[in-house]
């Protein structure tokens, strides 16, 4: 069955840089997400993005985070000068029907 | 934002019984919903919707059920087995999700002994 691919694993950063957080979605699904899930707490919509555009975003979605499909098949998203709030599992999602979530990235802000 | 709420973080049951999980939404625009499960380390894995329109829907081991007068869901597990053990999390979105945000509750941890 076809899985929605997440790349790194972990990625730990200083507070101020950017960093890039890489998915592969399901290849035919044409909606994608970013979700993040603090320690403890729920997970939480970033952002939605459909026919190369955001679709829908969050209040968390600010002006340091940003969203991109580079070519046919990554979906990528930037937070441009990290705070050590940006802390979190960062679920990337493609759907067709419904949301298919990738096994995450845990951003470690220091 | 309290939108979605499992009120009980975690839930103990024998191998073999019934583990019922719970979920209540505020938002009446809200009109799919969708459980989840997840294991540590891995992301949210899809078990079963439901639309608003039904208030039963049922697959194999498990079935959820929707009353919307009391904005209230629920997962049924029958019957338990230990590899149920994870996190639930109940969601909810407006729409059929094509494109929409899903809002998450908190989740509940099921154990399930053998």
């Known amino acids: 069955e076809p899985e929605v691919t997440q790349t790194p694993s972990h990625q730990v950063t200083q507070m101020g840089q950017e960093v890039i957080l890489r998915c592969v979605p399901i290849?035919?699904?044409?909606?994608f997400y970013w979700y993040r899930q603090i320690l403890g707490q729920k997970v939480e919509f970033l952002v939605s993005?459909?026919?190369?555009?955001?679709?829908?975003k969050s209040e968390i979605f600010d002006d340091q985070f940003s969203v991109e499909r580079p070519d046919g098949s990554n979906f990528t998203l930037k937070i441009r000068s990290t705070k050590l709030e940006d802390s979190a599992m960062y679920f990337c999602?493609?759907?067709?029907?419904?949301?298919?979530f990738g096994p995450g990235t845990r951003l470690t802000v220091t | 934002d309290q939108q979605v709420k499992q009120n009980s973080p975690s839930l103990s049951v024998q191998e073999g019984r019934i583990s019922i999980l719970n979920c209540d939404y505020t938002?009446?625009?809200?009109?799919?919903f969708l459980w989840y499960k997840k294991y540590p380390a891995e992301g949210p894995t899809f078990l079963i919707s439901?639309?608003?329109?039904?208030d039963k829907n049922e697959d194999g081991r498990f079935t959820v059920f929707l009353n919307k007068s009391a904005k209230h869901l629920s997962l049924h597990i029958v019957p338990s087995q230990p590899g149920d053990s994870a996190v639930y999390f109940c969601?909810?979105?407006?729409?059929?999700?094509?494109?929409?945000?899903?809002?998450f509750g908190q989740g509940t941890e099921l154990s399930v002994k053998p």
């Open positions: 993005f459909y026919n190369n555009e955001i679709s829908e």
């Open positions: 938002n009446s625009m809200f009109d799919y």
């Open positions: 969601a909810a979105s407006v729409g059929d999700n094509q494109g929409g945000k899903l809002i």
């Open positions: 999602a493609s759907s067709e029907n419904r949301p298919n």
């Open positions: 439901i639309s608003s329109i039904k």
């Open positions: 290849s035919n699904h044409l909606y």
